[in-house]
């Protein structure tokens, strides 16, 4: 075995390990329950049980149930295993990560950030050992369980990704059309650029070239995404051989001339 291997083995192994000794503390995870009256209620400890349906917090030893329908948001620190798990995703060590983050995702931190961030690891972590479906459904659970807040557009847009991976056609219209509807106009830009992959996956150049251009034309001025749609509807024109994709082209290199996008022409 090379000696990176076993650098590699030995760390997932101390990792591993780490996380076990972790585990005998991973559901005591303190915070506050902000009720939908506004009133706050902070405790040693906060878990969800799914069987009621209601939130207990642990206050000074004593068991309070709260309802899911009288609470409002959930501040909890950060669940004990949750660095190891994502250091484990980071450094390889993807088959030691997975058993740490779907017990962590079983948790169920309902209306917390932690959900999402958790969930997110665990789809990469999927994505990397190279199970498109598990990592699709993943981003699937985050997208339909997390808190709207909590939802970052990097999480959505891989979710997108893997829904587009595994031509999961009914999640990512579901998806796409909330975005561009009620969602930011970053989001609404990116949802047209997913659309648009979704249909180039498919063979349908000209669909997908057309939401494209609405990201170039339609989102001028969300620029963290222009350099991109205009790369993919240059790649759209030149594939069906129309004449504009030169323009196109000039265009990104001008205009983004050090974004990654413009390098790749």
Not at 129 to 145: E, I, P, R, S, V
Not at 166 to 191: F, H, M, P, W, Y
Request: charged letters at 25%; glycine letters at 6%.
């Amino acid at each position: 075995m090379k000696i990176t291997e076993m650098l590699k083995r030995g760390l997932g192994i101390v990792l591993f390990l780490t996380f076990v000794l972790a585990g005998l503390q991973a559901r005591a995870v303190g915070g506050k329950i902000q009720q939908v009256d506004g009133t706050w209620l902070a405790g040693e400890e906060i878990r969800f049980k799914k069987t009621t349906g209601e939130y207990i917090v642990t206050v000074k030893g004593t068991d309070i149930p709260l309802p899911k329908n009288r609470v409002k948001a959930v501040v909890i620190d950060k669940p004990a295993a949750y660095d190891q798990a994502a250091a484990a995703v980071s450094t390889g060590a993807i088959d030691q990560a997975i058993p740490m983050l779907e017990q962590l995702a079983t948790e169920c931190f309902l209306l917390s950030p932690w959900d999402a961030r958790v969930l997110n690891v665990l789809g990469a972590a999927y994505k990397k050992k190279g199970d498109k479906q598990k990592a699709a459904a993943t981003y699937k659970k985050l997208l339909g369980t997390a808190a709207a807040s909590s939802i970052t557009m990097d999480m959505q847009r891989k979710a997108w990704e893997m829904f587009i991976a595994v031509d999961d056609k009914e999640s990512l219209r579901q998806s796409v059309d909330a975005a561009i509807t009620g969602g930011t106009r970053e989001n609404a830009a990116a949802a047209h650029i997913a659309r648009a992959d979704m249909a180039k996956a498919q063979g349908n150049k000209q669909d997908a070239m057309l939401d494209y251009l609405r990201v170039v034309i339609l989102y001028e001025q969300v620029k963290s995404l222009q350099a991109e749609a205009l790369y993919k509807v240059t790649q759209c024109l030149e594939e069906l051989r129309d004449p504009r994709a030169e323009d196109f082209r000039k265009k990104l290199i001008a205009e983004y001339p050090q974004d990654p996008w413009a390098v790749k022409k």
